[in-house]
Nanobody
């Protein structure tokens, strides 16, 4: 069973930066896509960014393009989300997720098999 553990959340002022980490265990190959989702109170979980572990292709939701960067180090089984120019509307619980590349719904939470426990990001104005 794949296990994902996030870290790095916290409280930051608008315009500031945070880096989230997701450590994966029991990933037996790089034939996975990993992603970040977020969920604000009263809202549905929404896709933020994804990366293919084998070739590194990335994909972002429009609202974070140019501000967030997703990257990974397969030798460390770790993925990161660098978040710059944070806005109050980025406030949410952030979740790490993974899916085999055989699944095709990149932005749909239902298409991801494995989830971390989440880490809170709060951006004050």
């Amino acid at each position: 069973q794949v296990q994902l553990v996030e870290s790095g959340g916290g409280l930051v002022q608008a315009g500031g930066s945070l880096r989230l980490s997701c450590a994966a265990s029991r990933l037996t190959s790089t034939s996975y896509r990993m992603a970040w989702f977020r969920q604000a109170p009263g809202k549905e979980r929404e896709f933020v960014a994804s990366i293919r572990l084998n070739i590194g292709n990335t994909y972002y939701t429009d609202s974070v393009k140019g501000r967030f960067t997703i990257f990974r180090d397969n030798s460390k089984n770790t993925m990161w989300l660098q978040m710059n120019s944070l806005k109050p509307e980025d406030t949410a619980a952030y979740y790490c997720a993974a899916q085999p590349l055989s699944r095709h719904g990149i932005t749909s939470a239902d298409e991801y098999n494995y989830w971390g426990q989440g880490t809170q990001v709060t951006v004050s104005s």
